[in-house]
């Protein structure tokens, strides 16, 4: 729900406009209902956490944890075979980055990411399961446009 809320809406959400921080955080409350239920954070941090939390580690200079999770739910959605397209043109709406480069991130941190990421939470299945190879981390972030 919290997704679809923001997906909906990314025409809508403009800096410093306060209907706009009303939709972002009806979505963060839902968010929070979500993992309050679960009893873990898992319905709100899966694979694309893993994923900035990588590039935390890798990048000399990393992006806004946010900034990091949009990019990496564009691949991560490429992954499950979903609408990955809609996801890349909401951020781009709402001014967030989409690639690499408006990270400012090295696309060979990006790719490194890719590869490390699934060691980040290990006890949780996520879409990376057990890695993935180079080759399927340069399928994904190229056919994605995260990288050149």
């Known amino acids: 729900m919290a997704a679809r809320v923001i997906l909906e809406s990314a025409s809508s959400i ?3 406009l306060e209907s706009s921080a009303r ?6 409350v839902s968010n929070g209902v979500a993992m309050s239920i679960a009893g873990s954070s898992r319905p709100a ?4 956490h893993m994923f900035s939390h990588a590039l935390d580690r890798l990048a000399p200079n990393p992006a806004l944890h946010g900034e990091q999770c949009g990019v990496g739910t564009i691949m991560m959605m490429y992954l499950h075979g979903g609408d ?6 909401a951020l781009k709406a709402i001014g967030a980055p989409t690639s ?8 060979r941190y990006i790719l490194e990411a890719l590869l490390e990421a699934h060691k980040i939470r290990p006890e949780r299945y996520t879409i990376l399961g ?3 190879t180079l080759s399927a981390a340069e ?4 056919l ?3 990288i050149e």
């Open 45 to 48: 941090s899966g694979s694309e």
């Open 144 to 146: 994605t446009k995260v």
């Open 139 to 142: 399928k994904v972030a190229k």
């Open 100 to 107: 690499a480069k408006e990270l400012g991130i090295e696309d």
């Open 84 to 89: 990955w397209q809609e996801i890349r043109t």
């Open 23 to 28: 939709l972002v955080v009806k979505a963060l």
């Open 14 to 16: 403009k800096p410093e």
């Open 130 to 132: 057990s890695g993935l």
